[in-house]
T-cell receptor, first 114, second 115 residues
Framework: AQSVTQLDSHVSVSEGTPVLLRCNYS??????LFWYVQHPNKGLQLLLK??????LVKGINGFEAEFKKSETSFHLTKPSAHMSDAAEYFC????????????FGSGTRLSIRP | DAGVIQSPRHEVTEMGQEVTLRCKPI?????LFWYRQTMMRGLELLIY????????DSGMPEDRFSAKMPNASFSTLKIQPSEPRDSAVYFC?????????????FGPGTRLTVL
């Protein structure tokens, strides 16, 4: 069985400050992990994905996520927030090497203060 | 590749009418997913197909909802009769079995409003 928990439904940061969006997962199998971003009135876009090759994953727009197996976490970070980062972010888990349904977190809305 | 294509982008209809949403997956992808997104319930998986065959439709809310995939390049989600509570954004996504990481590629969505 698999599940994913996004610990914050809403995060607000000032422009230029670091961003941290938290995600914990559980999986009976080796997981594939993703972060998707959804801007207002848009579809979902893949931000980054975890591969077993590296625990620190770099994505688009300066975002990173670190896979920590001992903590079952896959938190998303960015050193300096930009106004254009305001969006909804979804943490997602699936079974590695099994293209079946994936489990979405409930989402974290990121707001950026000028 | 044009990505996942959905049509229409917006649909406004009256309660009781039939609604058909359409999706064209990315060429070569053999998994197709239908999702519904609302403020109250977030993103919900309705059904997914593998090689045009429905695999899991446990998320389909009621018999009023049906989905088909007659070929590898086309799928429909139909609601008959529609109700105001069906108002939502419906997303289609596709993925490739050949990808070990099975990321899904989403279409832009269809915003459905049932009056």
């Amino acid at each position: 069985a698999q599940s994913v928990t996004q610990l914050d439904s809403h995060v607000s940061v000032s422009e230029g400050t670091p961003v941290l969006l938290r995600c914990n997962y559980s999986s009976s199998y080796s997981p594939s992990l993703f972060w998707y971003v959804q801007h207002p009135n848009k579809g979902l876009q893949l931000l980054l994905k975890y591969t077993s090759a590296a625990t620190l994953v770099k994505g688009i727009n300066g975002f990173e996520a670190e896979f920590k197996k001992s903590e079952t976490s896959f938190h998303l970070t960015k050193p300096s927030a930009h106004m254009s980062d305001a969006a909804e972010y979804f943490c997602v888990v699936s079974r590695y090497s099994s293209a079946s349904k994936i489990i979405f977190g409930s989402g974290t809305r990121l707001s950026i203060r000028p | 590749d044009a990505g996942v294509i959905q049509s229409p982008r917006h649909e406004v209809t009256e309660m009781g009418q039939e609604v058909t949403l359409r999706c064209k997956p990315i060429s070569g992808h053999d998994y197709l997913f239908w999702y519904r997104q609302t403020m109250m319930r977030g993103l919900e998986l309705l059904i997914y197909f593998n090689n045009n065959v429905p695999i899991d439709d446990s998320g389909m809310p009621e018999d009023r909802f049906s989905a088909k995939m007659p070929n590898a390049s086309f799928s429909t989600l139909k609601i008959q009769p529609s109700e105001p509570r069906d108002s939502a954004v419906y997303f289609c996504a596709s993925s490739a079995r050949g990808s070990a990481y099975n990321e899904q590629f989403f279409g832009p969505g269809t915003r459905l409003t049932v009056l």
